[in-house]
């Protein structure tokens, strides 16, 4: 559910959004969104026209809040653990794997929307009834499994061969958009330290603030010091 303060924005991007439907209905063209018109309009029953928008808003906040904030974690990561970051910095092809490691040490998506219990079930010594709503820590997953070289989860190694975690979901709810999130935080974090040769939280760690409650984590604004060259 959406705080108080984030509704006038939802409410002006669900508008904005139900006019680029229509006008992708009026002039279609070949991109996803007029294919998921096309869906509406053409299979009856599939999707309504309010989860045909409610797709269009996943696809957007899911294509651009999710690695816009592993962006931001994986830097302030790298701030606090000067020791990896000269070692990124000197070895960048350890950069496909280490995005892998920022992932499971602090993910954007720290838990996953909610699901409903299809049966009666008990997990970890928790009895849930069936139709109960079930919320997933994502975040708390990449920190509490066991690694596969033994290390423990909550030291931050960009050299952790196979990072096992959980944020980008599993089976029928895998992200679609993995491999465009890890391609694009790789080559931002690769310029970044390619160009710019010291770099430095510029307020105290402490004074961050962080975004409120929801399924993204992230802080708000990452203030920083730096030299380029």
Known sequence: ??????????????????????????RPQDDL?????AVRDQEDGRLSEEELVGTAMMLVVAGHESTVNLLGNSVLALLQHPDQLRLLRERPE?????????????????????RYAARDLEL??????????????????????????GDA??????TRPGARHLAFG????YCLGA?????????????????VRELELAVPLDSLEWIGSGIIRGVLSL?????VG
Do not use: C, N, W
Not at 124 to 149: E, F, H, K, T, Y
Not at 223 to 227: L, M, S
């Open 124 to 149: 970890g010594g928790v009895s849930i009834p069936r139709g109960s709503m079930i919320s997933v820590a994502l975040g708390s997953a990449g920190q509490d499994a066991p690694q596969l070289d």
């Open 33 to 37: 969104l007029s294919a998921l018109v």
């Open 170 to 173: 599993h089976g029928i709810h």
């Open 179 to 195: 491999p465009l999130a890890r391609l694009e935080t790789a080559i931002a974090l690769r310029i970044l330290l390619s160009r």
């Open 223 to 227: 203030p920083v010091r730096y030299r």
């Open 94 to 114: 350890l950069l496909p794997g280490a995005v892998e490691e920022f992932l499971r040490h602090d993910t954007s998506v720290e838990r996953s929307t909610s």
């Open 153 to 158: 989860p909550a030291v931050l190694d960009v």
């Open 1 to 26: 559910m959406a705080s108080p303060e984030h509704r006038p924005a939802l409410a002006a991007l669900h508008g904005l959004l139900a006019e680029l439907v229509a006008d992708k209905r009026r």
